[in-house]
């Protein structure tokens, strides 16, 4: 088998997040590639939460396909939840508890989803209940059933290794990981070498776990190899594993940042949280403190972000859409004041607190056009984890170069979602910090009007500098004079020709596919990958299509007019209703777009809807396809 899609299902807090990092680490260390996604409640404990993954022995995974060929259920929820994702001879693995449990029984699950799921369940002539259900399965879609008795697993476990009743039910996770190594035939060196790197310094927790493998080994032992994947093409230890979240808060360190200032909010947290554990550095010789800062809420955090920055520190803050909501102001300032700073921006649902643990891109015009007044700001996306980590790296260079404020904007899915990567290229980062003055300049102006971009001054350095909110001078005074306030302004926004003309096109967009396409996919952030996998897709069905990646949303690169010269053959790919890519063409070189393929349910595009809805407009069938599909 090349590849495998699976999902793990369970109650928010039922250990499935160190499911899915033990196995991620193991298949990457066994040099398979992997991708897996998160979706959870925004609660701490209790509700349904899920992931969805896939393997692949001859790739590394860009985006991820239903149905599932495997289904891990720690909990009911989870069968009545996911049964209709599987494929024909799947293969489910439940808590033989379960067995008897009905739909009614769930108090969890809202009453919305309960319902749909009965009239779903009523159609087949199904009772709402596990065995009912199991039945129907294994009748209509041949589906291979494992009943494991989670309790009995765990009560072994316990006299063998003395684990504690009160902590058994972390063990949960463990049996997951057991039940998937089984199956798969995966060598237990790797998961050895995996729980290893998981619970560092906790040797025990990686005996326990080993204990409950074996296990979960024995109950399963006429499984062994059932999903058995081939030997996998690439070379172990040539990759790594990371989440968005990792991704972004390494290229941070790599950038040299300094100082990170963050409000906890989902799903920008984790950075934060990551970059607490390297607040010592070494890199290539270069020793530095890193401080990281929990503030009392947003505004506080851009606010120290900006006057780290103007010590001469890079700075940096992270943020959802409430979040940036509150730093707008702090944005204004740093425009009008010329601070270079990085605000790493995580969408979710909105609007309001809209859904905290789902993922959108509806956020994009709110990023380039947030704040009141006119000044240059850069908006830059990335496309999956590889690209994040080099465009942290040239976001600083951006602020710093050209000082100006720049917004990194990524999403949840990109975030939450762990990939497999190569290992990046560090002699290919470059750190560009721009004009600065270090030594005492009689009469220093910050602000002259001799540069576009000053030269600049780090305060609590020899030379004098004054920051207002206000219009000023050449020296930072409080000036209202209407010439001096016509040259700033200009002054302030020429950097978006200068920014516009010197970036690096590849951190502008890229272009992937047919030179000569029928059709052009446009988008930006984490559609990337499910569109790559799509135009490999069509090709085999006879459509030549290609992806143009934009990377740098603003100021928007005039380049990628030579893809749009024919609006009819492109189709915009967003997770928006809208489709707000189609929005910013059209303000920023007049072209319109009129075919788009969205999905605003805040779950991911997955690789069969978005191949289905192509088809669907190259058919000539509608130029618009709304994308639902996902638990």
Same mark, same amino acid.
């Given at each position: 088998?090349?590849?495998?899609?699976?999902?793990?299902?369970?109650?928010?807090?039922?250990?499935?997040?160190?499911?899915?990092?033990?196995?991620?680490?193991?298949?990457?260390?066994?040099?398979?590639?992997?991708?897996?996604?998160?979706?959870?409640?925004?609660?701490?404990?209790?509700?349904?939460?899920?992931?969805?993954?896939?393997?692949?022995?001859?790739?590394?995974?860009?985006?991820?396909?239903?149905?599932?060929?495997?289904?891990?259920?720690?909990?009911?929820?989870?069968?009545?939840?996911?049964?209709?994702?599987?494929?024909?001879?799947?293969?489910?693995?439940?808590?033989?508890?379960?067995?008897?449990?009905?739909?009614?029984?769930?108090?969890?699950?809202?009453?919305?989803?309960?319902?749909?799921?009965?009239?779903?369940?009523?159609?087949?002539?199904?009772?709402?209940?596990?065995?009912? !259900?199991?039945?129907?399965?294994?009748?209509?879609?041949?589906?291979?059933?494992? $009943?494991?008795?989670?309790?009995?697993?765990?009560?072994?476990?316990?006299?063998?290794?003395?684990?504690?009743?009160?902590?058994?039910?972390?063990?949960?996770?463990?049996?997951?990981?057991?039940?998937?190594?089984?199956?798969?035939? !995966?060598?237990?060196?790797?998961?050895?070498?995996?729980?290893?790197?998981?619970?560092?310094?906790?040797?025990?927790m990686v005996e326990d776990?080993?204990?409950?493998?074996? !296990?979960?080994?024995?109950?399963?032992?006429?499984?062994?190899?059932?999903?058995?994947?081939?030997?996998?093409?690439?070379?172990?230890?040539?990759?790594?594993?990371?989440?968005?979240?990792?991704?972004?808060?390494?290229?941070?360190?790599?950038?040299?940042?300094?100082?990170?200032?963050?409000?906890?909010?989902?799903?920008?947290?984790?950075?934060?949280?990551?970059?607490?554990?390297?607040?010592?550095?070494?890199?290539?010789?270069?020793?530095?403190?890193?401080?990281?800062?929990?503030?009392?809420?947003?505004?506080?955090?851009?606010?120290?972000?900006?006057?780290?920055?103007?010590?001469?520190?890079?700075?940096?803050?992270?943020?959802?859409?409430?979040?940036?909501?509150?730093?707008?102001?702090?944005?204004?300032?740093?425009?009008?004041?010329?601070?270079?700073?990085?605000?790493?921006?995580? $969408?979710?649902?909105?609007?309001?607190?809209?859904?905290?643990?789902?993922?959108?891109?509806?956020?994009?015009?709110?990023?380039?056009?947030?704040?009141?007044?006119?000044?240059?700001?850069?908006?830059?996306?990335?496309?999956?984890?590889?690209?994040?980590?080099?465009?942290?790296?040239?976001?600083?260079?951006?602020?710093?170069?050209? $000082?100006?404020?720049?917004?990194?904007?990524?999403?949840?899915?990109?975030?939450?979602?762990?990939?497999?990567?190569?290992?990046?290229?560090?002699?290919?980062?470059?750190?560009?910090?721009?004009?600065?003055?270090?030594?005492?300049?009689?009469?220093?102006?910050?602000?002259?009007?001799?540069?576009?971009?000053?030269?600049?001054?780090?305060?609590?350095?020899?030379?004098?500098?004054?920051?207002?909110?206000?219009?000023?001078?050449?020296?930072?005074?409080?000036?209202?004079?209407?010439?001096?306030?016509?040259?700033?302004?200009?002054?302030? !926004?020429?950097?978006?020709?200068?920014?516009?003309?010197?970036?690096?096109?590849?951190?502008?967009?890229?272009?992937?596919?047919?030179?000569?396409?029928?059709?052009?996919?446009?988008?930006?952030?984490?559609?990337?990958?499910?569109?790559l996998d799509a135009i490999e897709e069509?090709?085999?069905?006879?459509?030549?299509?290609?992806?143009?990646?934009?990377?740098?949303?603003?100021?928007?690169?005039?380049?990628?007019?030579?893809?749009?010269?024919?609006?009819?053959?492109?189709?915009?790919?967003?997770?928006?209703?809208?489709? $707000?890519?189609?929005?910013?063409?059209?303000?920023?070189?007049?072209?319109?777009?009129?075919?788009?393929?969205?999905?605003?349910?805040?779950?991911?595009?997955?690789?069969?809807?978005?191949?289905?809805?192509?088809?669907?407009?190259?058919?000539?069938?509608?130029?618009?396809?709304?994308?639902?599909?996902?638990?």
């Amino acid at each position: 088998m090349n590849n495998l899609d699976f999902l793990l299902g369970g109650p928010q807090g039922g250990g499935l997040e160190t499911a899915m990092n033990i196995l991620s680490k193991t298949f990457v260390l066994a040099g398979y590639g992997f991708i897996a996604e998160r979706e959870y409640f925004s609660n701490i404990v209790g509700r349904h939460s899920y992931i969805h993954a896939r393997v692949s022995a001859r790739s590394i995974p860009r985006s991820l396909r239903y149905p599932v060929r495997l289904l891990v259920a720690s909990d009911a929820e989870t069968l009545f939840t996911h049964y209709m994702d599987l494929s024909e001879e799947a293969v489910i693995i439940y808590n033989t508890e379960d067995s008897t449990r009905s739909l009614s029984d769930i108090p969890s699950m809202e009453d919305q989803t309960r319902s749909r799921i009965i009239t779903l369940l009523n159609g087949e002539n199904v009772e709402p209940r596990v065995d009912s !259900l199991v039945r129907y399965l294994e009748e209509s879609k041949h589906v291979k059933t494992i $009943q494991l008795d989670f309790r009995k697993i765990l009560g072994e476990a316990s006299r063998i290794r003395g684990i504690k009743p009160n902590v058994l039910g972390r063990y949960i996770s463990s049996i997951i990981v057991g039940s998937v190594v089984v199956l798969t035939g !995966l060598d237990k060196n790797h998961v050895r070498r995996a729980l290893e790197r998981v619970f560092t310094r906790r040797p025990e927790m990686v005996e326990d776990n080993m204990v409950v493998l074996k !296990l979960v080994e024995a109950e399963m032992h006429e499984y062994s190899g059932f999903l058995k994947l081939d030997v996998p093409d690439l070379e172990p230890g040539k990759h790594m594993v990371l989440s968005g979240n990792d991704a972004i808060a390494l290229g941070k360190i790599v950038a040299g940042v300094r100082y990170q200032s963050y409000y906890p909010i989902t799903p920008a947290a984790d950075e934060s949280l990551l970059l607490e554990r390297y607040m010592n550095i070494d890199f290539n010789g270069v020793k530095g403190s890193l401080i990281v800062i929990q503030m009392e809420d947003e505004i506080a955090a851009v606010t120290s972000a900006i006057g780290a920055s103007l010590t001469g520190v890079r700075a940096s803050t992270s943020t959802s859409g409430p979040g940036f909501d509150l730093m707008i102001e702090g944005l204004s300032y740093a425009g009008m004041n010329e601070v270079p700073i990085v605000i790493t921006y995580y $969408q979710r649902g909105g609007p309001s607190t809209g859904q905290p643990t789902r993922g959108a891109q509806s956020d994009l015009l709110s990023a380039i056009f947030a704040g009141h007044g006119e000044f240059t700001r850069v908006v830059l996306s990335s496309g999956d984890h590889m690209e994040a980590f080099y465009d942290v790296v040239e976001a600083f260079n951006i602020a710093e170069k050209y $000082q100006v404020p720049v917004i990194h904007l990524l999403d949840k899915f990109l975030a939450n979602t762990i990939a497999t990567i190569p290992l990046p290229v560090l002699s290919e980062v470059r750190i560009e910090r721009g004009t600065v003055v270090s030594e005492s300049v009689k009469s220093y102006k910050r602000f002259s009007l001799d540069h576009v971009v000053s030269p600049r001054a780090f305060i609590g350095r020899p030379n004098i500098m004054w920051y207002t909110g206000d219009e000023h001078d050449e020296y930072g005074h409080i000036v209202e004079d209407p010439e001096i306030r016509r040259k700033m302004y200009e002054k302030r !926004l020429a950097k978006y020709n200068l920014i516009k003309k010197e970036v690096d096109t590849r951190f502008k967009y890229t272009y992937h596919g047919y030179e000569d396409p029928d059709y052009i996919l446009i988008g930006w952030g984490s559609v990337k990958g499910v569109c790559l996998d799509a135009i490999e897709e069509l090709r085999g069905k006879g459509i030549k299509a290609g992806y143009l990646n934009v990377k740098m949303l603003w100021p928007f690169p005039s380049e990628v007019e030579k893809y749009l010269k024919n609006p009819e053959r492109v189709i915009a790919v967003e997770h928006s209703y809208e489709a $707000q890519i189609r929005i910013l063409v059209s303000i920023a070189t007049g072209l319109r777009i009129h075919r788009k393929i969205i999905k605003y349910t805040g779950r991911p595009i997955t690789l069969n809807e978005l191949i289905n809805a192509v088809e669907k407009i190259v058919s000539k069938k509608t130029d618009e396809v709304v994308l639902t599909y996902g638990a």
